[in-house]
């Protein structure tokens, strides 16, 4: 077994996930809070399935969820303005490549565009990048990503 590639936390190092999370932290502040407390050298995709497996949940205080389901229909029909106004899109492949897991296109505001993997072993990673997303764009990606996922 190898012990470096392991997702396994202790409880202590799990309740500071959960406080983090319920802080309002990203997964990247959770990723980089794991390795400066810890010394925890985890991918972002380690720490996004290490919470899905413990179910913890990311607190997002600027996406307030619909009380009402006609705002929640007016929402859903606010999203081909949205892309117009400079979402990125997430697209999942109908054929995942061979040796992946799952795999799909992103499309950036900015330009950029590029496919991505995840792994068997859950690593992810980009290919046939064109451009550099902004680390805001990435921050998108990464929760559309996230979001797809939840739906899969």
Known sequence: MMGAMSTTVNEHQLAAIKNWAAEGMDL????KKLQSEFGLHLTFMEV????LDHGIE??????PA???PDEAAEATQDTPEDEASGSVR???DDLQL?????SGKAHFPGGAEGAWQIDQLGRFGWSQLT???SPDEMQSFQQELTAMLRRA
């Open 28 to 31: 990247n502040g959770i990723q």
């Open 48 to 51: 996004r399935f290490l919470m």
């Open 58 to 63: 990311l607190v997002q205080e600027d996406a």
């Open 66 to 68: 619909a009380a009402n």
């Open 90 to 92: 997430v697209e999942l």
């Open 98 to 102: 061979p040796g992946t897991l799952l």
């Open 131 to 133: 451009g550099t997303p």
